[in-house]
């Protein structure tokens, strides 16, 4: 008898300009946690897409439960008990949460005995207890829009538990977690194993993989390169198949060279829609040649603060750039100033997913030479300039600068925005969890860059809720609490465990 639940044999896909998979061959066992593991733009979110019905191979034959199966769509797929938790959620932001997760197939019943109307009230009860069998407790009456983004990765978890999916395939979970929502995924995780359900986990954290994967299959340019045993594979021997090579795990970082004060702020504070304080008098200055990393625990107003020196939300007290007061001024003005920012939200504040990525990589200078002269655009000058940076940065695109930014992955996407912000050549740099969503190859590239920046005199802000990666980069660490900024010092006189105590608020100075 066929133990394995599905067979994917010698499966390619073509889009214009590449081959996302070529001749790729896995079989996953019933009950098993399965990780598609390779870096940004390898093809694990195609492939799974495929079986998920979002795409059909250009060759290559799908197999359910030893049936041979055309998944010609996502409804399809439910019909197999297929479900799938996208990378970037798909859910109504003004629906409930009851009204998201039935959406499709509203259970119905009679109004005065004959007239059609959704049961939302038993759905509802029945949503709220499905929830607390998975220990997924949400409120079911709640919109979308009013809940975080851990909690909206429950409601799509629980759309495919109320569509009994047997099959679950999660994109990337953890991209948008913190520290401890990740933890708390990944004992869900093993909870849905553990009730005969299949995991297949796309994803390219590797310490996360060897906590709860049974066997991972590894893709490099979108060919397979090995289907591993996790638990008799370290995760040096994984980094390196998955990047096609050695991969430095150490942070290689030279003395810090102090210069003039880039940064000045003193005395900000940020309310928000509702008018409560979520940043409280913070003051720090950077200088020239120094990265200053904030942690924190996700909601404690970092990325707030953040925001306001960029201009992008209101704030009261004082910001001053390289002596100069910039708090009533506009983001372009900030921008030409000398700030270059990457955003937490790559999607909504950092890209136009609808433009392309030269396009996309022009953004800040596109009324300037050579992309703009006398109000007329020229579009060959957008084309060179992307290709640049494509090559420079090695950002994965079918069709080049020509590219739609919506079509690429999470990371490559990333990848545009710190090569458009870094090639600015700004003196003050904000880096907002710049290696959210991306792989061992492009982190370390990534922190390569920014000691780079650090090296020729530029002021770093870093705020990131990976603790590892504040301890690997910082010369000075604040650390935020509640919107307040809990202590401020050379990052040598810390260690990660008092970090980690000012975090939560358990440590005062």
């Excluded at 010609?72 to 197999?80: C, G, I, Q, R, T």
């Excluded at 950092?350 to 109000?375: H, I, M, Q, R, T």
């Amino acid at each position: 008898m066929n133990d394995y639940i599905v067979e994917m044999r010698h499966i390619t896909k073509r889009f214009p300009g590449i081959v996302a998979n070529d001749d790729v061959s896995i079989s996953i066992k019933k009950g098993e946690i399965y990780a598609i593991l390779g870096e940004n733009g390898a093809g694990k979110s195609t492939l799974m897409s495929m079986l998920f019905g979002m795409y059909e191979p250009d060759e290559g034959e799908i197999f359910i439960r030893g049936k041979r199966e055309s998944i010609s769509s996502p409804a399809y797929a439910a019909k197999l008990n297929i479900g799938m938790v996208h990378q970037h959620f798909k859910l109504v932001q003004n629906y409930t949460i009851t009204e998201n997760i039935i959406l499709g197939m509203e259970p119905k019943s009679r109004f005065l005995g004959f007239l059609p109307s959704v049961d939302v009230k038993g759905t509802n009860k029945k949503i709220a207890e499905l929830s607390k069998r998975y220990g997924l407790e949400v409120d079911p009456k709640k919109k979308i829009e009013e809940i975080g983004v851990s909690t909206q990765q429950r409601v799509e978890i629980l759309k495919m538990l109320y569509r009994e999916a047997e099959i679950l395939i999660f994109d990337e979970p953890t991209a948008v977690l913190t520290p401890q929502e990740i933890e708390f995924l990944l004992e869900i995780i093993r909870e849905l194993r553990n009730s005969g359900k299949t995991i297949i986990l796309i994803t390219h954290k590797l310490e996360e993989i060897k906590k709860v994967a049974d066997r991972c299959a590894i893709l490099c340019r979108g060919k397979l390169v090995d289907v591993l045993d996790v638990k008799t594979t370290s995760t040096k021997t994984m980094a390196n198949l998955m990047v096609g090579r050695e991969i430095n795990f150490r942070t290689e970082k030279t003395e810090a060279n102090f210069g003039e004060k880039v940064l000045s702020v003193s005395g900000l504070d940020v309310r928000n829609d509702d008018g409560v304080s979520v940043v409280k008098d913070v003051s720090f200055d950077i200088k020239a040649g120094e990265i200053f990393a904030v942690a924190g625990v996700s909601g404690n107003g970092q990325e707030e603060l953040a925001d306001a020196i960029a201009g992008l939300i209101k704030s009261s007290g004082s910001i001053s750039l390289k002596g100069a007061d910039i708090s009533e001024m506009t983001v372009r003005e900030r921008s030409e100033m000398g700030i270059s920012y990457i955003p937490q939200d790559r999607q909504e504040v950092g890209l136009v997913l609808d433009f392309s990525l030269g396009e996309n990589l022009a953004l800040k200078d596109y009324y300037k030479e050579p992309f703009c002269k006398n109000g007329i655009l020229h579009h060959k000058a957008f084309l060179i300039h992307g290709q640049k940076l494509i090559d420079e940065y090695d950002i994965r695109s079918g069709q080049g600068a020509k590219t739609q930014v919506r079509s690429m992955s999470g990371g490559n996407q990333q990848k545009a925005i710190v090569a458009r912000e870094i090639i600015s050549d700004s003196a003050l740099m904000i880096f907002v969890q710049p290696t959210r969503g991306l792989d061992i190859g492009a982190i370390e590239n990534i922190h390569r860059q920014i000691l780079s920046e650090r090296d020729k005199g530029k002021a770093i802000l870093l705020i990131s809720l990976e603790l590892e990666e504040i301890i690997s980069l910082a010369d000075t660490i604040g650390v935020m609490y509640s919107g307040e900024m809990q202590t401020i010092a050379a990052a040598g006189s810390l260690t990660s465990n008092q970090v980690g105590e000012f975090m939560m608020g358990v440590r005062s100075v």
